[in-house]
């Protein structure tokens, strides 16, 4: 698990707790959890010897709580190490206690999905692959703060392969850090490629006008994969061939392609990101997300802006309406959220 990700589940496990604020600081985040006239922080640093955490704000029921909803992600030895804060016995007021790295099997038992599947050509099986094609994929449907992504990739077999021995896979196996550096990889290697980058405001809008026409988020979703292989096609129209992500039954995507490309067979398949122009594309997508949440969090100036649509991002939400008013949320979230409705 990457320091990110693990940043993430710390933010949701201590939201339980009462009203969390974080902001970046050298190497790493703090977070301040604040509850009826008590008040904790945490420093979790990203080191050469892993990650380790740092407690403050004296003894406490809240702090006690804190470390407790901290230790409840499952870890091995060794990897994590907090200090700063009294432990058990409460013997002392720091201590250096070991808490367990993450443990894959146990976080897939809790079901933490983690895709350990390798991409390939998915295509390569088919009658008549001409050894040219196109994926898409979308990045930041889940995520209440930030843009919707679409991206589309066209390679071929050599390009294809260069991908798979850089290490390209489905975005949900890589670290932030890697997709950001194997979003330039791809960029080069690459036939073509798009990335079509949807901000709140923009997003808000078209889906209302979406919804007052019967449709819903699958249809938002259709309308952008289409409009990124329309670019990438653009840029290559030899390619006839491309395969999207099944997320809805329905015939949109293909109509919508052969309106601008009669020719193409397109193809839709669940778990398409095994093939590695799909994994490509989700990795580009993610990558342009990564980058504008991050310019949307130096402009909100409320710290750091978390992923996923759980209590942390409702907490972020609300101390932005806080700081900006009820009328910024649309400059920054996706509207028609749940997390909305809980402010």
Known sequence: MEFEEYVDLVEDNLCALGNVQTKSINYGVQFVVSGIGKKVTLNVYNGKKGISLVWGGGDSDLQAQAIEAVRKIRL?????????????????KVKTTAVRRFDVQAAAADGVHLSASQPRMLLAQETGFPGVWMGSDESGKGDYFG?????????DVKGGDALLAAGVKD???????????????IEKTALATSVLIMKPHIYN??????????????TLLALGHIAALKQAWQ????CHWAIVDQFAKNESIPDGVHAFAPQMQVWQRPR??????????????????????????????????????????????????????????????????????KL
Do not use: W
């Open 272 to 341: 398409a990101e095994e093939d590695i122009a799909v994994a490509a594309a989700s990795v580009l997508a993610r990558g342009a997300f990564l980058q504008t949440i991050r310019m949307l969090a130096h402009e909100a100036e409320i710290g750091r802006i978390p992923k996923g649509g759980g209590e942390a991002a409702t907490n972020a939400a609300r101390r932005l309406a806080q700081k900006k008013g009820t009328e910024a949320l649309r400059q920054y979230v996706k509207l028609h959220f749940a997390n909305t409705q």
């Open 171 to 185: 975005c949900k196996s890589l670290s932030d850090e890697k997709i950001l550096a194997l979003s330039a990889v």
């Open 147 to 155: 843009p919707l992504v679409v991206a589309a990739v066209c390679l």
């Open 235 to 238: 840029k290559y129209p030899d």
């Open 205 to 218: 809008m078209r889906y209302e006008q979406v919804q007052q026409k019967g449709g819903n988020l699958n």
């Open 76 to 92: 091995k030895e060794d990897n994590v190490m907090s200090a700063g804060a009294a432990s058990e016995t409460k013997e002392a």
